[in-house]
């Protein structure tokens, strides 16, 4: 069905190409996230969403200008594809295998495609302020839709891309969804993203403070408890911005209580998550108990993923009767793939924290602007790994997560590199004037711009 949001998606993909680079983060953004995927191209038994058709126009757009990612190929990205691979490869585990390849591959897409996309786009510190700015600019629109569904109960995406009209309700209170089907999804992609305009500061704090309003407003309009745990987490991560010399032995420390309350509890540790209720209705205990059967089920799923999971659960959904209702990312990812798909999932997320410490680590001590974003990027990334306990990323929520992990991917060498110029000018006690350095800023001052 031809709607106005699919002309807006096809156009989009159209002029995609053509746009200057600094405006490609932003249009991707704005078409991933806000275009609903009821708007999708349909290519034979394969469905291209929003954020599918965006990243084939970008691959485009690759070929066609000859654009690489900076530094490559660095460790981040050889994970990536190793995690693409092993995606695709748990097909032959999967019956009939010519449509599991399909979907894999189309999964693959999405992931990866938008990781190597926007790490061709962010090549710098400059660069990496202009995806903050983007998703500030994408977020006000998001929070203005998503409070006028939660005042009204009527969702504003229904005539624009055949979406339902009515909003959900519970106890009471409308669950607004704006462009997202799922209004935990819709307040969650709001809430991941309070870290990254906390980290605006000098002449974007004002857009800062604006997205950060956005943030809250768009977790609050979803009336969901995932989201609003999600902002919770990323108040702690930024309040430990003062402790960040001990984050070792708070790490340690936050383990070892864990380990006590397992020892003493007479229930797994994760069933913590049936006591949190911030909205009433929450169903915490499904999460939790879904942990439990995923681990008893290992068996079936270790290998390669599994195509069956319905006998997990006293409920499954609507969309594949087969299939558990997986709202944990981690396991979803491992019914994909396997524990091998699991595992370099995993491994990329421990390699982004593993960059960002070095890269702040390697910093002087007087950049601590710099240090701050670094430090509010991975609180972002850090909120996304606690909230993957509670929901699964995908369409527009996988947008978030891999665009997230290509900007650490990009920042983190770009710092490196900026501060062993440093240290080769300490060296020398001199500074290469700009036009000495072909009448551009050289990469100190770049990394001093970083942070505001």
């Known amino acids: 069905m ?54 084939v126009s970008g691959l485009v757009r690759m070929w066609l200008k000859s654009e690489r990612p900076s530094f490559f190929p660095q460790r981040l990205d050889k994970i990536m594809l190793g995690f693409g691979f092993v995606c695709v490869a748990s097909s032959v585990c999967h019956k009939p295998v010519g449509d599991a390849l399909v979907y894999r591959c189309a999964v693959a897409l999405d992931w990866v495609g938008t990781y190597f996309l926007f790490r061709t786009w962010i090549q710098g510190p400059d660069d990496v302020r202009l995806y903050l700015r983007s998703v500030m600019i994408v977020l006000i629109p998001f929070a203005i839709t998503m409070l006028a569904e939660k005042a009204t109960g009527h969702n504003v995406f229904a005539h624009f891309a055949s979406m339902r009209a009515e909003s959900p309700e519970r106890e009471g209170h409308v669950r607004a969804s704006g462009p997202f089907v799922n209004y935990i999804d819709a307040g969650t992609t709001g809430a991941v993203f309070l870290a990254l305009a ?77 006591d949190v209720d911030f909205v009433g209705g929450s169903t915490g205990w499904y999460r939790a108990m879904l942990i439990s059967r995923a681990l008893e089920h290992l068996n079936e799923w270790w290998l390669g993923g599994s195509d069956y999971t319905r006998h997990w659960m006293a409920t499954g959904t609507h969309a594949d009767p087969n299939m558990a209702d997986l709202v944990n990312h981690y396991i979803w990812v491992g019914v994909i793939g396997g524990l091998p798909t699991l595992i370099m999932f995993v491994w990329t997320l421990r390699e982004c924290f593993r960059q960002i410490s070095i890269a702040s680590r390697d910093l002087p001590e007087a950049a601590v602007d710099l240090r701050y974003t670094l430090w509010c990027l991975g609180s972002s990334l850090f909120a996304m790994c606690v909230t993957f306990f509670s929901m699964s990323f995908y369409c527009e929520t996988s947008v978030c997560l891999y665009s997230l992990v290509a900007v650490i991917g990009s920042a983190c060498p770009a710092v490196a590199a900026a501060s062993s110029d440093e240290a080769a000018l300490d060296a020398t006690q001199r500074e290469p004037e700009p036009s000495e350095a072909g009448g551009i800023a050289g990469p100190v001052a770049a990394a001093r711009g970083f942070g505001g």
């Open 2 to 55: 031809i709607t106005p949001a699919l002309i807006v998606l096809l156009a989009l993909a159209l002029v995609l190409p053509a746009l200057p680079r600094r405006y490609v983060p932003l249009a991707f953004l704005l078409g991933s996230i806000l275009i609903p995927p009821t708007a999708f191209v349909p290519v034979g038994s394969l469905h291209f969403y929003p954020q599918r058709v965006l990243v």
């Open 198 to 274: 906390l980290s605006l500061r000098g002449q974007s704090r004002g857009l800062g403070r604006v997205g950060a309003a956005s943030c809250l407003a768009i977790a609050f309009a979803s009336w969901s408890s995932s989201p609003l745990v999600t902002c919770i987490v990323e108040f702690v991560a930024l309040w430990l911005w003062r402790y960040r010399d001990r984050l070792r032995a708070i790490i340690w420390g936050c383990l070892g209580a864990m380990l006590f309350l397992q020892l003493f509890k007479n229930r797994p540790i994760w069933f913590l998550m049936a």
